[in-house]
């Protein structure tokens, strides 16, 4: 039973779903999962992936399927709602499907854009538990990360208070010398706080730390959030927290997690984190929650480890890619795919006539005010100027030799007119295209969806990535700059040009992956950049070197890792009844 999404807000849709939400022992049942691979928590559970990848690795996998997005706005364009729609419109239609979406972070959640649970009858539940923590995972990643943090500073202050013959026999440490104006890494907190942007740590005397300038970061942007994303198993996740790059020598040499002795103890804290967390749509299929990566930082996917169990368990596994085929897409196409060896058939990119009239020229769209006129009412100039956005990714999904299907994600002011335009330039660049009202109807209204997903995954496709490995650094950013984004060329500064060359002449970095560092908003580096910008060329002012993950960051425009908080945050409007401990007003 679909609700009325227009009167009800999207934690009273889940309060009313949760009333036939299937327990932790009704999914084992469900699913046809054994007793211990089930791990209750709660209303919720996690599943043990190691027992189910060995008890299932002879199933052949399901259909496995993507979901993108063209260029948003800084709204977003509703990729968990379709995410969560396709698996409820694939669930009317009587299919075996389940999902993999990112845990949100706190940031968000507490700040403007929302909880990334999906919303009106395309909603995964419970809300609550979802938005405010869920199985604990963000909070793993801050004390393993922050710990690392800790042995960093701990051992520079009983660097400097001690001389060498001190340090060996009271703790059998080497001197590391860590430069104080190299320290790569920052602590980590999952709110959007621009005041810990810049920080002055250590203040006091010789026993309060080792007194520098430092930093935090967004827990979701940490670099252990990333290796979450890839990682194949625990062994994995052991050996890569040992490697991250905490800081640099007074010789220019890396010091690492290893180095610090403290790799291990970070992998202990986050030994629960490694199992997907089960969770429900408002329809109730299964839907795996798994790692949070900001998609213009790092991969943006939910994690490998998911995937692999849903192509197992389900027939159709859909999995959400972060942000638009520009940077989620690419990110999922060359990097998770070759690091799971998994092929997609594939990719649904979500479309709204708001985000193509922004393209064509709208005005401008900002979080937290109300849309303007021109994004309300029928504009069929400014679908038709935007429609170029659509096609370049459409482009860019074909480019992978994947079926592309763009999902028309239907608000209620969207005309027919302007639907049939969009219509007529997907199919004519080669895209099945499909409206859905998953949002306002749930499944029902996410049918002509799933078929044309269904139809598409009949066709057999042939995925190809951009590049090869043996491919340079440089080469590879000059070809996903042309291919992906549009660009005419590539710019170096000249400290990134160097460090560029200096990580193509080590052979340590020859396998590692390119993660290209830009803005979400625009597929240049230049939010302001609307729609297909032309005669542009991507700058790169530096290469983020994140050696526990093995991602080579080449960074175009300026990016924060620590987002900041509105004048109107949705904190305001949360509330807990007293008498019975729920949650109100979560979006």
């Known amino acids: 039973m679909a609700y009325d999404a227009t009167v009800l807000k999207d934690w009273q849709i889940s309060e009313e779903a949760e009333k036939n939400m299937p327990t932790p022992w009704e999914w084992q049942e469900k699913l046809?999962?054994?007793?211990?691979?089930?791990?209750?928590?709660?209303?919720?559970?996690?599943?043990?992936?190691?027992?189910?990848?060995?008890?299932?690795?002879?199933?052949?996998?399901?259909?496995?399927?993507?979901?993108?997005?063209?260029?948003?706005?800084?709204?977003?364009?509703?990729?968990?709602?379709?995410?969560?729609?396709?698996?409820?419109?694939?669930?009317?239609?009587?299919?075996?499907?389940?999902?993999?979406?990112?845990?949100?972070?706190?940031?968000p959640t507490m700040n403007v854009k929302g909880t990334a649970a999906g919303g009106g009858n395309a909603l995964l539940i419970p809300m609550t538990e979802f938005s405010l923590g869920l199985t604990g995972d963000i909070n793993d990643i801050m004390n393993a990360h922050n710990l690392a943090m800790v042995a960093m500073t701990a051992r520079m202050q009983h660097e400097r208070n001690y001389?060498?013959?001190?340090?060996?026999?009271?703790?059998?440490?080497?001197?590391?010398?860590?430069?104080?104006?190299?320290?790569?890494?920052?602590?980590?907190?999952?709110?959007?706080?621009?005041?810990?942007?810049?920080?002055?740590?250590?203040?006091?005397?010789?026993?309060?730390?080792?007194?520098?300038?430092?930093?935090?970061?967004?827990?979701?942007?940490?670099?252990?959030?990333?290796?979450?994303?890839?990682?194949?198993?625990?062994?994995?996740?052991?050996?890569?927290?040992?490697?991250?790059?905490?800081?640099?020598?007074?010789?220019?040499?890396?010091?690492?997690?290893?180095?610090?002795?403290?790799?291990?103890?970070?992998?202990?804290?986050?030994?629960?984190?490694?199992?997907?967390?089960?969770?429900?749509?408002?329809?109730?299929?299964?839907?795996?929650?798994?790692?949070?990566?900001?998609?213009?930082?790092?991969?943006?996917?939910?994690?490998?480890?998911?995937?692999?169990?849903?192509?197992?368990?389900?027939?159709?596994?859909?999995?959400?890619?972060?942000?638009?085929?520009?940077?989620?897409?690419?990110?999922?196409?060359?990097?998770?795919?070759?690091?799971?060896?998994?092929?997609?058939?594939?990719?649904?990119?979500?479309?709204?006539?708001?985000?193509?009239?922004?393209?064509?020229?709208?005005?401008?769209?900002?979080?937290?005010?109300?849309?303007?006129?021109?994004?309300?009412?029928?504009?069929?100039?400014?679908?038709?100027?935007?429609?170029?956005?659509?096609?370049?990714?459409?482009?860019?999904?074909?480019?992978?030799?994947?079926?592309?299907?763009?999902?028309?994600?239907?608000?209620?002011?969207?005309?027919?007119?302007?639907?049939?335009?969009?219509?007529?330039?997907?199919?004519?660049?080669?895209?099945?295209?499909?409206?859905?009202e998953h949002w306002a109807k749930g499944g029902d209204g996410a049918l002509e969806f799933a078929d044309a997903v269904i139809d598409a995954c009949k066709e057999d496709n042939d995925f190809k990535f951009l590049y090869p490995l043996e491919m340079k650094l440089r080469d590879r950013v000059a070809l996903i700059a042309k291919e992906v984004y549009g660009a005419d060329g590539v710019s170096w500064t000249p400290e990134a040009e160097s460090k560029a060359k200096m990580l193509e002449g080590d052979p340590k970095y020859a396998d590692y992956a390119t993660m290209m560092v830009k803005t979400h908003l625009s597929l240049s580096h230049d939010p302001v950049l609307k729609g297909v910008p032309k005669g542009w060329t991507l700058p790169i002012r530096d290469v983020l070197i994140y050696s526990g993950a093995k991602f080579l960051c080449p960074c175009a425009g300026t990016i924060t890792l620590m987002p900041g908080t509105s004048s109107n945050p949705a904190f305001r409007r949360i509330d807990i009844d007293t008498k019975t401990g729920k949650v109100s007003g979560l979006f």
């Open 163 to 436: 001389n060498d013959e001190q340090l060996a026999r009271l703790t059998r440490m080497r001197r590391l010398d860590i430069d104080p104006t190299r320290v790569e890494m920052g602590w980590i907190i999952d709110f959007c706080a621009q005041a810990l942007r810049n920080i002055i740590i250590g203040i006091g005397g010789r026993t309060d730390g080792f007194m520098m300038q430092s930093k935090f970061g967004i827990a979701v942007g940490s670099e252990l959030m990333a290796i979450l994303a890839i990682i194949k198993d625990l062994a994995d996740m052991k050996e890569r927290f040992n490697n991250i790059t905490v800081a640099f020598d007074k010789s220019g040499k890396p010091v690492t997690t290893g180095d610090l002795e403290v790799g291990n103890a970070m992998a202990a804290f986050m030994r629960n984190a490694i199992n997907p967390t089960l969770m429900s749509t408002a329809e109730y299929q299964p839907c795996l929650v798994h790692a949070g990566p900001f998609a213009n930082i790092a991969v943006g996917q939910s994690s490998i480890i998911a995937d692999r169990i849903g192509l197992k368990m389900f027939d159709y596994h859909v999995t959400e890619s972060g942000f638009a085929a520009d940077i989620g897409f690419e990110k999922f196409w060359n990097v998770k795919c070759r690091y799971s060896g998994l092929k997609p058939h594939v990719s649904v990119l979500t479309t709204t006539i708001r985000a193509l009239k922004m393209h064509g020229g709208g005005p401008k769209v900002v979080a937290g005010l109300a849309l303007p006129d021109a994004y309300t009412k029928e504009n069929l100039g400014l679908v038709e100027k935007g429609i170029e956005n659509m096609v370049h990714c459409i482009n860019i999904i074909r480019k992978a030799g994947i079926n592309p299907v763009v999902c028309i994600n239907a608000f209620h002011t969207d005309t027919k007119d302007e639907i049939a335009l969009v219509r007529k330039y997907a199919e004519k660049a080669g895209a099945r295209c499909a409206l859905s």
């Open 32 to 107: 046809g999962l054994q007793k211990d691979e089930i791990l209750p928590m709660g209303r919720l559970c996690k599943l043990d992936f190691m027992k189910i990848i060995d008890r299932l690795k002879d199933r052949p996998d399901g259909k496995y399927v993507e979901v993108t997005a063209i260029t948003p706005t800084p709204l977003g364009e509703g990729k968990s709602t379709t995410s969560v729609g396709l698996m409820e419109g694939l669930g009317k239609r009587g299919m075996n499907v389940g999902g993999a979406l990112r845990q949100p972070s706190g940031g």
